[in-house]
């Protein structure tokens, strides 16, 4: 098993979401992130003060998979989430060791 964090802009959501229901991928989590990259922040006006926006609004997309579905997964969360642009975001993948249904007690990739 695999667990893949994908950092995203916002507006990508729910094209990613739907990428991954047409690749087999059943559940996923998401969580309001802030961050920066090469992008790093800008400058904005506000009531006529300037002021740096360090941290811009991402999304992360949590997803743990059965090793079979994870190439499948990145390329779908590619496809999905470009625009060619900085601060596309980034993907990491993480092996992990174990997954347990809580209601069930089944473990393994039928947890999943």
């Known amino acids: 098993m695999k667990k893949i964090e994908a950092i995203i802009k916002p507006f990508k959501l729910d094209e990613v979401k739907e ?3 047409e690749a087999g991928i059943q559940g996923l989590s998401v969580i309001e992130v802030k961050g920066f990259g090469r992008q790093k922040g800008h400058t904005e006006l506000y009531r006529g003060a ?3 926006v360090d941290f ?4 992360k997309i949590e997803v743990v998979l059965p090793d079979e579905q994870v190439e499948g997964a ?3 969360i590619i496809a ?3 625009t060619e642009k ?4 980034k993907i990491f993948v993480y092996p992990c060791e174990q997954a347990i249904r809580i209601r069930t007690g ?3 990739d039928e947890a999943l």
């Open 19 to 21: 990428a991954l229901q």
């Open 50 to 52: 300037e002021y740096v």
């Open 56 to 59: 811009l609004p991402k999304v």
């Open 74 to 76: 990145i390329e779908a």
């Open 80 to 82: 999905a989430a470009r």
């Open 86 to 89: 900085i601060g596309d975001g």
């Open 106 to 108: 089944e473990s393994g």
